[in-house]
């Protein structure tokens, strides 16, 4: 599938209490709009367990053609501070680091609010030395109310905005009750 370089292309992996049922995923809609008002083509994945979190990994970075076009990775999970909980087992964001070494120059990995990320400048320096990674951004609450809107605002300003710095700024004008609210944060 051939996509203009200016279309951003975002993957999402999801964790659920049972990736083999039919489940409502909390994240689709938001991804559905994505599409819809965007343009923002994405790629879904669900996962109950360390090792199908891990086997989603695994395939988005060595079997998926199309991995080097997504600009964003969307990880709705679980978790606190830097780790994520898969079906009880903590997983940490210097574990998450090693699994994308070298492979994510020029990306963003943004985590929902279903996990809060706040990170020391260290942590997330270390995260982004290892993957290359743009940036990695998420939330410091949870519980307070979904990030899906906020998150879709994001999204769809990066399709216009690819410095990371002035998204922020952006984001924050258009946005500003919602990123204080859940307490928006970026690193980079």
Do not use: W
Not at 23 to 47: R, T, W
């Amino acid at each position: 599938m051939y996509l203009p370089n200016d279309q951003s292309q975002l993957f999402c992996l999801e964790c659920v209490a049972e990736a083999n049922e039919n489940h409502d995923s909390k994240a689709f809609p938001m991804l559905e709009q994505l599409v819809l008002q965007h343009g923002i083509v994405n790629v879904y994945k669900s996962c109950d367990s360390i090792e199908t979190f891990e086997e989603s990994l695994n395939a988005l970075l060595y079997e998926d053609r199309d991995f080097k076009h997504y600009d964003l990775l969307y990880f709705v999970c679980p978790g606190k501070e830097n780790q994520i909980i898969i079906n009880g087992y903590y997983y940490s964001l210097e574990e998450i680091a090693e699994l994308f070494e070298g492979k994510l120059k020029g990306k963003i990995l943004h985590f929902a609010n279903a996990k809060s990320l706040n990170l020391d400048s260290e942590t997330a320096q270390y995260f982004i030395d290892v993957t290359g990674a743009k940036a990695v951004s998420g939330y410091t609450h949870t519980h307070f109310t979904s990030s899906f809107l906020l998150d879709f605002h994001y999204f769809g300003l990066y399709q216009e905005i690819d410095d990371v710095t002035e998204l922020v700024e952006t984001l924050y004008q258009k946005h500003y009750e919602l990123c204080t609210r859940l307490g928006f944060h970026l690193y980079y």
